[in-house]
């Protein structure tokens, strides 16, 4: 009995120490993972600390545009929903546009009123606008107004004077007062109309189709253009910067 006993003794002591070392083992195996995931959450803040200061400064490098500028820069041009220009233009260029994207702003500003002034008030050139939503709540908010003013023929005007006071994306800037003021410094647009156009199914509609247009072409990112013979196959129109040469010579060659 007492060989038996001893017998106990060093079995339960050796199960003892298994589970002791399986019990550490598996401790330290979580403090592995913890410590992964420590490094995967520390990274990831990194990143969105890094993007936080960017947005901070602003993605934006263009000056504020008064509303009387983008006024004149459009007046007694031809506006028929999203399109802008004459239906005759032989060439048809496609924006694919954030109202929050600054740098959509930025080509709204440095290339937009040279290809106008050069291209479309000469009836070379028609535009046309699909609208985008993705960046947040204010994207939607904007695009639907955008969209209701095209109900009015009157889409890139008010999109123009917008960029020309964007504010902070996804600061909540788009409230019903800012719309207003925009509309206000839109010649022609009926506020009240533009509301009402904002809430209909068709606002919605035109944001989906702005979204399936972006997909369909591939595109990842704003503003990206597709240019071609109007009534034609388009193609993209790469750029590397907000220069309007990097735009002027690929419409120039097809014009040739």
């Not at 038996?4 to 401790?27: D, N, T």
């Not at 995931?37 to 960017?54: C, Q, R």
């Amino acid at each position: 009995m007492l060989v038996s006993s001893r017998e106990q003794q060093k079995q339960a002591a050796r199960e003892a120490r298994v589970a002791a070392e399986q019990k550490e083992a598996a401790a330290a195996r979580r403090r592995r993972r913890l410590g992964q995931l420590g490094g995967i959450v520390l990274g990831a803040a990194a990143v969105v600390a890094v993007l936080v200061a960017i947005s901070s400064k602003g993605g934006s490098t263009a000056p504020k545009v008064p509303a009387a500028q983008s006024t004149s820069l459009l007046a007694g041009l031809p506006q028929k929903g999203l399109t802008l220009g004459s239906a005759k233009a032989p060439l048809t260029l496609v924006e694919f546009n954030d109202m929050q994207c600054p740098i959509c702003r930025d080509y709204m500003s440095n290339v937009f009123p040279t290809l106008v002034n050069k291209y479309v008030r000469t009836g070379k050139l028609r535009m046309e606008m699909r609208l985008q939503s993705f960046i947040g709540p204010d994207s939607v908010k904007a695009g639907k107004a955008v969209a209701a003013a095209a109900q009015q023929n009157r889409a890139w005007t008010f999109a123009d004077i917008f960029y020309g006071d964007q504010g902070q994306e996804n600061s909540g800037y788009v409230t019903p007062n800012f719309v207003q003021s925009i509309s206000a410094a839109t010649p022609g647009l009926n506020h009240t109309q533009l509301v009402r156009d904002a809430a209909t199914p068709d606002a919605s509609t035109t944001l989906k189709q702005g979204t399936s247009a972006f997909n369909a072409a591939g595109f990842s990112g704003t503003p990206s253009f597709l240019i071609g013979r109007t009534g034609g196959p388009l193609r993209p129109l790469n750029w590397s910067s907000l220069t309007p040469g990097e735009f002027t010579s690929q419409i120039n060659q097809l014009l040739a």
